[in-house]
Every structure is written in structure tokens, then in C-alpha cells.
């Protein structure tokens, strides 16, 4: 494997099922929503892992210590670390949730060397891969993390890797409130640690870590992680991210068919392997290639992380590096792949447990439009369309001319090419659609109501979010979200499946603003929070709708 390859990030997904992104409200844009992983493990149970068979009869806790699932032999990395005593001036609150949004007390419960089960598939147990690798240095920022998470995340690194291949762990403490959460894990091997002073956003974290580091390769973590046995097997390994559940911790295996994607809102997604990717697969332990990264787990070569430009560090908090990483990386003669010998579990949750100081909305916005202006080209009208509260707020933005003129020097390819070459899978709106955004009357907005076939959509106050909102009117003159139409059923508006020589979804928006129905003659008209046909005249204010963001270019 070719470390001259540009970027080389494992970044191994198998978190598949559970994530995708969706669009909530405005309120909270980013919010994200995540089904059970219900795959069963695809291979053996607990495997204890090498050091166990370490003579060791050292007791990393005391005797009263509540912590299940502890190996019988303390790993030797965490002797003369008493994890008991960490853990029990950690933070705590009645609410096991309030704090980190996810089950405090059962992740307290578990030792940091705890056994997780061995995801992999059973091929990679005897897959060999070249040597000697070169070392890394595991980039780890974290605001406010539970210690028990943060622990086993810091300690799976020590105890599941050839101790060769670490060279350093380096802890960013984004401004917690409690500097001994990190301090004292210094005390373990290999990890040091810096300290901010105020509060940065895990992109400008990330990048003091790698200024600090000095291994070949540079490896990021979320601050609650557990890296399964092989996990760096190789350092273009990415590993698939497997399933911690938030409520009792529970490490489950996740499927290893997804790549990553995202919408035209520029929300990550997992998509499923296409057909066209499954065919150039040779076999199941072999990386795939994938559009997008999740963004948090993936390593790269240090030397490539410099010169190409590193990460936007205007980007403030949390959201959209991922974008801008994966778009540049590609775009610039890079590739991403996700390597399914490699497994890291990450505990996934429902909400942030900290705070946005510009607001939730409002920074995820900033990231992303940063991003669409510096790397999509005219598709960024397709993202303004898909979440028109990006639009028209330059302020927000700051300024990105560093990074167009990043982009020229590294002389990079169009988006048009990444669309094509990279992420066919992408839906592209037809390029002859007239009208994109919001359809509006007053404050509200017609909204699916997340409906599909044969559902009717209603008004709904206008959220600035994409989303259900989205529409755009073709050019057939059908108003289209997604895959649906707006059709009829007697009075009724009703979403179908398009098609485009259909009078009943044919919407002439006239001088009037009126929005009339050809199969019926009829206009689009309201009744509370209703949509329906009803007579054009006499003319009146329910009969009266706008596009948010006719005619953009
Ligand atoms: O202000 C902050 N400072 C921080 O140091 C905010 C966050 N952080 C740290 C935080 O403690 C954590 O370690 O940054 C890390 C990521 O934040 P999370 O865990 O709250 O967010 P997440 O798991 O939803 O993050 C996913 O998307 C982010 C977009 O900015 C980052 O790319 C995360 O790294 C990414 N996580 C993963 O890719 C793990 C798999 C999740 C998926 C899909
Ligand atoms: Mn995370």
C-alpha cells in the first residue's frame, strides 16, 4: 500500500444501518436520528486478546471495584493507574442522560479493558498484510466526555494495538470543564495531552493535536471509542465503525455493505453498496471505496494532511469537515476507502450533550456553506435549494478565499467530476427544474409530513431546513420532493410517484401566483394547516404560494 497515495484514511464503516442523518427542524438541523443496529455479529464471540496471556498479577482496581466484564489480568499498560479512583470523581448527575447523552451509569460500570466481541469478518483473522508499518500518533479531542468513555477509548488504543505502531496518543481537551478529566490520563503510556484555553470546535482541536505530533501517520478518534482487536492492522485501514449502544453499552457489529454519502442538505448518510461497487469488490475483507467519511475515525498520511491544505479551521464546533475533507481529498487526486478488517466501536447518540456558543443552526449552516462555496461548483445551488436558510447569510460565512486559493494550487478537479466518477449514486435534480425550495404561504410551507405514496402533505411553519420542505418545481411543471409528486384524490392533494406526462401533476404557477391544478382546472388552496383543490376565484389569500428561492443561480 502506498503511503504516497495521498490521503490514506481507513475509515471503517460499519455503522451502517443506524445513522442516517436526517434533517429535524429548524431549530436543530444537525439533529440526528439513528435505528438499532439489528445485524447479528458476523463472527466469533469474546476473543480475549494477547496481553491476557501476560504473566501480570497486578489488580488495576481496588477490590471493591463495581466494574463488570474485567478481564482476570490487568493489561500491562494500565498498571499503576487506579481507574477506580478516575472514575469516581467523574461528573455525575441524577439524570444518567444529562450529561453526555448517553447511559452514564452503565458506561461506569464497564472496566476500560472490558471484552468486546470480535466483529470482523473470519477471513481477516489470517489476511497478511506488508510490514513494518510506520507508527502513528492517535489524535483524541474531546469537550466534556464521561472519563469511563473516555478511558476505554484511550486504553483500547494501547491494549488492542502492536505496541510498535503507536507512537504517541495525544489528547485535545477542548475546554472541559474539568482539567483532571484528561490530566490524569497521562499517566498512561504514551499519552500526553493539550489544553485549551478557550473553547475551539473539534476541527481547530484536530489540527493543533496533528501540530503536535510527530508519527508518520496521523489517526483521529472520537473521545468515546473502543478499537477492536487488529483495528490497525495496516495504515490504510479504516475501520468499519461498529455500534455502542448508548443505553447499556452494549458492542454491537455493524454491517460492512455501507459507504458513506450524504443528501443535497449535506447531511451524511450511509448508503447501501451499490451494485456497481459490490461487483468491483473482490472479497468481503477488501476496502471499498467511498464517497464521503463519516468524520470522525480515519487516519491519514501526516505528510499528505499538511500539504493538502489540513482542515478548514474557520469551521467552528462540530459538522461539515467531513464534507470538506472528502470533497477535497477526492477533487484533488486523493481516495477514501473503508477498510472492513478494521473495527472501531463508537457510541452513537440522539443529541449533543454540549453547547453551540453561535447556536446549533447557525454553526452546521457556517460549515456547510463553506464547503458548497469552496467545493461545488454551481451544485451549490442544488444545496441553497435543499436548505434555503443558507442562503443570502454571507456573514455567516466568513471568508473562504484561503481555501479557493487552496484549491487552485492544489489544482483540483471539478465537483461535476467527483459527481460523476466518485458518487454516481447521487441524485442529481434535473437541471431544467425552474423553481427549487420552499412552497410558501405566509409563514408556513407545504411540508410531507414525512408521507409517501398516497399520503397527503399539509402546511407546516417554514423551517429553513430542507427537508420535508423541499420542493422543486420541473420542467414538466410537477412539484416534486424527492421521488414524489404532488397529485390529487377528489379534493384531496396527495403525493404519487411521478410521472411526468400526468395532467394530474401538471402545476401552472401563473402571473396570480396561483398554483392551478391542470387535471381539474382547480386551484392549490388552504384550510388551516390543510392543502387542497378548490375554485381559482374569487381570488383570496389562500390561494397564493411562492417559491423561497425562484430563479437562483
Ligand atoms: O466543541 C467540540 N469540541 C470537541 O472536542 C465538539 C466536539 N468535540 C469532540 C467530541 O468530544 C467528540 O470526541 O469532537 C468529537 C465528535 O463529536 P461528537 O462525538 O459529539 O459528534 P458525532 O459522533 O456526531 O460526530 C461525527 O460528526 C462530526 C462532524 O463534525 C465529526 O466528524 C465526528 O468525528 C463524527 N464522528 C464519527 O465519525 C464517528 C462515527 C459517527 C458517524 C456517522
Ligand atoms: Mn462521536
Known amino acids: 500500500y502506498i503511503v504516497t497515495a495521498f490521503v490514506l484514511l481507513w475509515l471503517t464503516v460499519s455503522v451502517v444501518y443506524l445513522l442516517p442523518f436526517l434533517v429535524a427542524s429548524k431549530e436543530d438541523p444537525t439533529f440526528y436520528d439513528h435505528r438499532p443496529a439489528n445485524k447479528k455479529l458476523n463472527s466469533h464471540a469474546e476473543v480475549p486478546v494477547d496481553y491476557h496471556q501476560v504473566k501480570q498479577d497486578q489488580q488495576v482496581a481496588e ?29 455525575k448527575n441524577s439524570d444518567a442522560y444529562k450529561l453526555n447523552a448517553f447511559n452514564q451509569v452503565e458506561s461506569d460500570k464497564l472496566h476500560s479493558d472490558r471484552l468486546i466481541p470480535d466483529t470482523r469478518n473470519y477471513k481477516c483473522g489470517s489476511k497478511i498484510y506488508p510490514s513494518p508499518l510506520p507508527s502513528t500518533s492517535v489524535i483524541i479531542c474531546f469537550h466534556n466526555e464521561a472519563r469511563s468513555t473516555l478511558l476505554r477509548t484511550v486504553a483500547s488504543v494501547l491494549n488492542r494495538s502492536p505496541p510498535e505502531l503507536i507512537h504517541e496518543i ?65 495504515w490504510v485501514v479504516s475501520p468499519i465503525i461498529d455500534v455502542i449502544n448508548m443505553d447499556n453499552f452494549q458492542y454491537v457489529g455493524a454491517s460492512a455493505e455501507l459507504v458513506g454519502g450524504f443528501d443535497w ?28 467519511i463519516a468524520g470522525g475515525l480515519f487516519a491519514m498520511d501526516k505528510e499528505r494532511f499538511d500539504k493538502t491544505g489540513r482542515y478548514d479551521t474557520e ?50 449552516i457556517k460549515n456547510t456553506k463553506r464547503t458548497a462555496e469552496v467545493w461545488m461548483d454551481g451544485y451549490k445551488k442544488y444545496f441553497y435549494a435543499a436548505r434555503p436558510s443558507a442562503k443570502g447569510r454571507n456573514t455567516v460565512m466568513g471568508d473562504i478565499s484561503e481555501r479557493v486559493k487552496l484549491r487552485k494550487e492544489l489544482n483540483c478537479k471539478s465537483f461535476k467530476w467527483y459527481l460523476e466518477n466518485v458518487y454516481p449514486e447521487l441524485n442529481v435534480p434535473e437541471p431544467l ?3 427549487f425550495g420552499e412552497v410558501r404561504q405566509n409563514e408556513k410551507c407545504i411540508d410531507t409530513l414525512g ?13 429553513g431546513g430542507g427537508g420535508n420542505q423541499a420542493w422543486s418545481m420541473t420542467s414538466t411543471k410537477a412539484i416534486k420532493h424527492e421521488e414524489h409528486c404532488l397529485g390529487s384524490q377528489g379534493s384531496s392533494v396527495v403525493l404519487w410517484t411521478c410521472i411526468s406526462t400526468s395532467e ?14 391542470k387535471g381539474s382546472g382547480l386551484c392549490l388552496d388552504s384550510e388551516g394547516d390543510r392543502v387542497q383543490l378548490s375554485s381559482c376565484t374569487p381570488p383570496r389569500s389562500s390561494l397564493l404560494w411562492s417559491f423561497t428561492l425562484s430563479n437562483i443561480e
Not at 268 to 276: C, V
Open 63 to 91: 477490590d471493591d471495584s463495581p466494574l463488570k466484564d474485567q478481564p482476570k489480568k490487568v493489561s500491562p499498560n494500565l498498571i499503576g493507574f487506579n481507574e477506580t479512583k478516575y472514575l469516581r470523581s467523574s461528573h
Open 451 to 463: 408521507r409517501g405514496v398516497g399520503g397527503s402533505p399539509g402546511l407546516y411553519k417554514c423551517h
Open 170 to 234: 495525544i489528547l485535545v481537551d477542548d475546554f472541559s470543564d474539568d482539567p483532571e478529566d484528561g490530566r490524569q490520563l497521562t499517566q498512561l503510556p504514551k499519552v500526553k495531552i493539550i489544553t485549551n484555553d478557550m473553547r475551539e470546535g473539534l476541527v481547530r482541536s484536530r489540527v493543533s493535536g496533528t501540530e503536535l505530533a510527530t508519527g508518520k501517520i496521523l489517526t483521529f478518534l472520537d473521545s468515546h471509542c473502543e478499537c477492536n482487536t487488529g483495528w490497525i492492522l495496516r
Open 433 to 435: 427544474d425552474v423553481e
Open 265 to 292: 442538505s449535506l447531511h451524511f448518510k450511509w448508503d447501501s453498496l451499490s451494485s456497481a461497487r459490490r461487483a468491483k469488490r473482490k472479497d468481503p475483507t477488501s476496502p471499498i471505496q467511498t464517497p464521503m
Open 315 to 364: 469551521m467552528d464546533i462540530w459538522g461539515g469537515e467531513n464534507f470538506e475533507i472528502s470533497f477535497r481529498t477526492w477533487m484533488c487526486g486523493g481516495s477514501m476507502e473503508i477498510v472492513p478488517c478494521s473495527r472501531v466501536g463508537h457510541v452513537f447518540r440522539k443529541r449533543h450533550p454540549y453547547t453551540f456558543p453561535q447556536g446549533n443552526a447557525m454553526t452546521y
Open 504 to 517: 394530474d401533476q401538471h402545476w401552472e404557477h401563473n402571473s396570480m401566483k396561483q398554483l392551478v391544478h
